[in-house]
């Protein structure tokens, strides 16, 4: 049973432009939200995270939205940069777990 | 300053053995979390350890698997009688302390064990 769902596996954009990676959940009493990168061979890095009481934070070029009543968040990148291809995970916490979705490769076009 | 590092990097075993997979978080972190990654999914959570003690272990698949973390320090998942379905990457996390909703500690991911189980 998949709580956490990301169903674009893949996204290309150009260089400059913006990306938007989107994630939806099932369960309610998730509070906090999370954003990880992933290099092949290497674990997932934390980018960006957000509480259930906000529906924005940003950090930079990365600002990750929440909608609770939608159970959605999504990524935005911006200006979007061949460095950041990668695979991004979301992932939700309502406790000692952490839920994560099956990744979205992005692919930055130079 | 040092990561969380996991070793091996790679084990390959055959069907009905026994492996080791050992995890070195950052200092001082007393949360750490082993995870497991199959191809094409997302982390898939196996247990979580605050100091030495897992305080959640209902992610573990069956009673084949079996973590420890006697020190509160470094921990080894345990893999009894492998299956070629335990075939996968073994995630190692820790941090600070796992905080509350408004005070989440950072995981920081190690780069992984990939277990294959022939």
């Known amino acids: 049973d998949q709580q956490v769902k990301q169903n674009s596996p893949s996204l290309s954009v150009q260089e400059g432009r913006i990306s938007i990676l989107n994630c939806d959940y099932t369960n309610s009493m998730f509070d906090y939200f999370l954003w990880y990168k992933k290099y092949p061979a290497e674990g997932p890095t934390f980018l960006i995270s957000?509480?259930?009481?906000?529906d924005k934070n940003e950090d930079g070029r990365f600002t990750v939205f929440l909608n609770k009543s939608a159970k959605h968040l999504s990524l935005h990148i911006v200006p979007s940069q061949p460095g950041d291809s990668a695979v991004y995970f979301c992932a939700a916490s309502g406790g000692n777990q952490f839920y994560f979705g099956t990744g979205t490769s992005l692919t930055v076009i130079p | 300053g040092a990561g969380v590092s996991q070793t091996p990097s790679n084990k390959v075993t055959e069907k009905g053995k026994y492996v080791e997979l050992r995890c070195d978080p950052i200092s001082g972190h007393t949360a750490l979390y082993w995870y497991r990654q199959s191809l094409g999914q997302g982390p898939e959570f196996l247990i979580y350890?605050?100091?030495?003690?897992?305080?959640?272990d209902s992610g573990l698949p069956n009673d084949r698997f079996f973590a420890v973390r006697p020190e509160g320090s470094v921990s080894t998942l345990k893999i009894q009688r492998t299956e070629r379905g335990d075939s996968a990457v073994y995630l190692c996390?820790?941090?600070?302390?796992?905080?509350?909703?408004?005070?989440?500690?950072?995981?920081?991911f190690g780069p992984g064990t990939r277990l294959t189980v022939l």
């Open positions: 996390a820790s941090s600070l302390t796992p905080g509350g909703p408004l005070d989440y500690n950072e995981q920081f």
């Open positions: 350890f605050q100091g030495t003690g897992a305080a959640d």
């Open positions: 957000i509480s259930s009481i906000k």
